[in-house]
């Protein structure tokens, strides 16, 4: 590589002697992806150090140029190895919430039940909100060296932005309205998170844990075509999510083992707050009582909703445990929250 | 109550035992709760759900089952919406959800916490941080039917650009291209990252204007990924990093209203820019990718100016103030501009070839003006007529 231009007067053009190695990507089966292009000095395996000014990966850098404020410097803060690939899968999965969903199969329900899913999605829209929040607020200390990362955080504000919506639309196109205020305590933990893998294993392996376990019971939970398939299309955005959380918090536990009783701290706090259900927590009383309707098919089922929500319960919990142990997290079984441990399965 | 699974030996979290305590609950009852065969989540539940301790110990002892009050069934909302699609062809949008109650944009939106507009607010929340919650400062009423238009017009680099179509071009407008494109790559990531920043400042009552900002957000990351391929597929690479003084002025805004003038002097000049991209082009792919470039950025800038627009009416106090920071913005956008690696790349490709590169330079004045004019347009749409133009603009202006 040569040497960065230096400033002067009239023409320079020493900027087209940045660099001597050509690249030529080509695309792939799915076209040019970021994987065709993650190649020699500009991979992320050729990642150098970090600094503070923006500056893309690979490209050189500019004598003079200002920092930003601090961002992160090591790979491991904010690494996914499957971040190039959820990225593009996001971009090709986007779907419309105006268009996709087949409103138009709407059917008028008894009130009871209208009312109970006008409340799950009062809670649901108010969660999702939150998490279009939360990777913003850690976008700007994302570095640029990790570009990969920061684009799959923007696709998932826009995932998030898109169930925002959905499930306002839900609860404002049936006859029905939104009801009571209803996510209860455990969002403000994400928001409180002062780490990005504390955000990350809160939210994307946590929360987003839970409410991928309840949408995959969308058949159950959803009572005609379009909710089953709101639950659908927003289980297979959720996935991505979980996936990234996932896999950075290995990278996380296979590159800086030494971080292992730190993350094992936050999820001791969160599944142990005052809410008990940790983030993403569906035993607040309204969330619990429309789902128990909803898993039931009534008020007058209730009792056999509760059994279902209990059921629901367990594969949450369990499905949580088990993308721990994924992500080299398995002791976790062992400490869990004694509101959590009570539905876990023998190892 | 139930068969529901219990653990061999349940420890009782102690906020379980102080809610118990909270609702009158007798020491002792949660064990006998337990013992009787019910769930640590079921005591949970009932506890959650402020069932108090004669209550618990009536049920305990054989009374009747306890059922909640589903109190949520009765709150006051608006009730009987059947939002329906205005235009079938576009589906049921946001737009559409404006009705009754729902519809009311607030001019100051008082709940802290992260209610949804529109439903019923619970006593026993939080304070979610927010610091907005001002209409004037943040709304426009284009940004409902924009989001939508936004998802309508999704585009994805890797399949919609005709990446098999490159061809070798010459080494020196393979080198202009690709600083271009590491200039835009390097803006665009930022702008997304700076925008995403704000995102937990502003609170629900403007829902909308967060779900369009969430678009602009994922259009400018699929940008700067847009550019980064192009400058890695045909022979050539990254060059020299974007200069800094232009994007450090937007990360120094205080304010949501300063953020969005600074932005209005970039977008506004991006806009134009990628419009008159096939002034530039070398090929197809390029084309295309100025092309939705330019889409995308149409729709920030309809944003920006109706933002600008509807912030000048309410607070007309504020015009004088934000001359302050188009001021700035503009300083630091004429100094990007100055900069050798920014004006050359372009002049280059204008003239087709470092040879002519006088006349591309002739070409780039040409084109900085028509920025600077396009510019001056929108902010006159805007109904703020720029004073104070930076010198380096109306130099080009007057040319």
């Known amino acids: 590589m040569a040497a960065a231009p230096q400033a002067q007067p009239g023409l320079d053009l020493s900027w087209l002697n940045l660099y001597d190695n050509p690249t030529t990507a080509t695309p792939g089966k799915k076209g040019m992806t970021l994987k065709e292009i993650n190649l020699g000095r500009y991979g992320d395996s050729a990642r150098g150090a970090g600094d503070m000014t923006y500056r893309m990966r690979g490209a050189v850098p500019?004598?003079?140029?200002?920092?930003?404020?601090?961002?992160?410097?090591?790979?491991?803060?904010?690494?996914?190895?499957?971040?190039?690939?959820?990225?593009?899968?996001?971009t090709q999965r986007q779907w419309s919430s105006a268009r996709d969903i087949p409103w138009d199969t709407l059917e008028e329900l008894p009130d009871e039940i209208e009312r109970a899913m006008c409340q799950l999605c009062t809670m649901l829209t108010e969660v999702e909100f939150i998490a279009g929040d939360v990777p913003g607020?850690?976008?700007?200390?994302?570095?640029?060296?990790?570009?990969?990362?920061?684009?799959?955080?923007?696709?998932?504000?826009?995932?998030?932005?898109?169930?925002?919506?959905?499930?306002?639309?839900?609860?404002?196109?049936?006859?029905?309205?939104?009801?009571?205020?209803?996510?209860?305590?455990?969002?403000?933990?994400?928001?409180?998170?002062?780490?990005?893998?504390?955000?990350?294993?809160?939210?994307?392996?946590?929360?987003?844990?839970?409410?991928?376990?309840?949408?995959?019971?969308?058949?159950?939970?959803?009572?005609?075509?379009?909710?089953?398939?709101?639950?659908?299309?927003?289980a297979q955005d959720e996935s991505r999510h979980l996936a990234f959380g996932v896999m950075h918090l290995k990278y996380v536990l296979d590159t800086e083992p030494e971080r292992r009783e730190e993350i094992h701290h936050y999820l001791d706090k969160a599944e142990g707050d005052a809410a008990g259900g940790g983030s993403g927590d569906v035993t607040f009383p309204p969330v619990f009582e429309s789902l128990c309707i909803l898993l039931g098919g009534g008020v007058d089922k209730f009792d056999e909703g509760v059994q279902k929500f209990l059921l629901l319960r367990k594969r949450q919990i369990n499905e949580y445990v088990h993308r721990l142990e994924v992500a080299g997290l398995g002791d976790r079984r062992q400490r869990l929250g004694p509101l959590m441990a009570q539905f876990v399965d023998p190892a | 109550?139930?068969?529901?699974?219990?653990?061999?030996?349940?420890?009782?979290?102690?906020?379980?035992?102080?809610?118990?305590?909270?609702?009158?609950?007798?020491?002792?009852?949660?064990?006998?709760?337990?013992?009787?065969?019910?769930?640590?989540?079921?005591?949970?539940?009932?506890?959650?759900?402020?069932?108090?301790?004669?209550?618990?110990?009536?049920?305990?002892?054989?009374?009747?089952?306890?059922r909640p009050d589903f109190a949520w069934m009765k709150v006051p909302t608006e009730w009987g919406i059947r939002a329906r699609a205005s235009d079938p062809q576009i589906g049921l949008t946001i737009g559409d959800l404006n009705v009754g109650t729902y519809g009311d944009i607030p001019d100051v939106w008082n709940n802290r916490?992260?209610?949804?507009?529109?439903?019923?607010?619970?006593?026993?929340?939080?304070?979610?941080?927010?610091?907005?919650?001002?209409?004037?400062?943040?709304?426009?009423?284009?940004?409902?039917?924009?989001?939508?238009?936004?998802?309508?017009?999704?585009?994805?680099?890797?399949?919609?650009?005709?990446?098999?179509?490159?061809?070798?071009?010459?080494?020196?407008i393979e080198k202009a291209v690709c600083q271009l494109m590491t200039e835009m790559s390097d803006r665009a990531y930022f702008e997304g990252a700076l925008l995403s920043g704000w995102l937990p400042e502003i609170s629900y009552g403007y829902l909308e204007l967060k779900l369009f900002l969430s678009t602009v957000i994922y259009d400018v990351a699929r940008h700067s990924e847009a550019f980064r391929k192009r400058a890695l597929s045909n022979g050539g690479g990254l060059g020299l990093q974007a200069p800094t003084d232009y994007s450090r002025a937007a990360q120094e805004a205080r304010s949501f209203p300063e953020l969005a003038d600074i932005l209005f002097v970039q977008d506004s000049m991006l806009l134009t820019?990628?419009?008159?991209?096939?002034?530039?082009?070398?090929?197809?792919?390029?084309?295309?990718?100025?092309?939705?470039?330019?889409?995308?950025?149409?729709?920030l800038m309809d944003y920006h100016i109706e933002r600008l627009k509807h912030f000048l009416f309410k607070m007309p106090e504020r015009r004088e103030e934000q001359g302050l920071y188009f001021g700035k913005a503009e300083h630091r956008m004429a100094k990007d501009w100055n900069d050798r690696v920014v004006a050359e790349p372009l002049a280059i490709l204008l003239a087709g070839g470092k040879d002519n590169i006088e006349a591309g330079e002739r070409k780039l004045r040409e084109l900085r003006r028509l920025q600077v004019q396009e510019y001056v347009d929108n902010l006159r749409k805007a109904t703020f007529h720029r004073q104070n133009l930076n010198g380096r603009f109306k130099e080009l202006l007057e040319d």
């Open chain 2, 273 to 299: 820019l990628f419009k008159n991209g096939d002034l530039f082009a070398q090929n197809s792919l390029e084309r295309e990718l100025y092309r939705l470039c330019a889409r995308d950025r149409q729709r």
């Open chain 2, 1 to 66: 109550m139930s068969d529901a699974p219990v653990a061999p030996a349940t420890e009782v979290p102690q906020e379980a035992r102080d809610r118990a305590r909270e609702l009158g609950w007798e020491d002792g009852l949660i064990e006998t709760a337990l013992q009787s065969g019910h769930s640590l989540q079921e005591i949970w539940q009932a506890l959650r759900g402020g069932v108090d301790g004669q209550r618990a110990k009536q049920f305990l002892a054989g009374g009747a089952m306890i």
């Open chain 1, 137 to 234: 607020q850690w976008m700007p200390f994302v570095s640029s060296q990790d570009f990969e990362a920061g684009l799959f955080l923007m696709s998932q504000i826009m995932d998030e932005a898109r169930h925002t919506d959905v499930f306002r639309k839900r609860a404002l196109a049936n006859g029905g309205g939104l009801l009571a205020q209803g996510a209860g305590l455990g969002l403000r933990t994400l928001l409180e998170a002062r780490d990005f893998t504390e955000m990350s294993v809160l939210m994307h392996v946590q929360a987003e844990g839970f409410v991928q376990s309840m949408f995959r019971m969308g058949e159950l939970i959803g009572q005609t075509d379009a909710d089953k398939r709101i639950f659908r299309m927003s």
């Open chain 1, 62 to 90: 500019r004598p003079g140029a200002q920092r930003f404020g601090p961002n992160y410097q090591s790979k491991s803060d904010v690494w996914s190895e499957n971040c190039v690939m959820l990225y593009e899968e996001a």
């Open chain 2, 113 to 172: 916490s992260e209610i949804a507009r529109g439903s019923y607010p619970s006593a026993h929340v939080e304070d979610m941080g927010y610091t907005i919650f001002t209409k004037a400062l943040v709304w426009a009423d284009n940004c409902v039917p924009l989001y939508e238009e936004a998802i309508r017009d999704r585009w994805v680099s890797a399949t919609d650009l005709p990446w098999d179509t490159l061809e070798p071009l010459p080494d020196d």
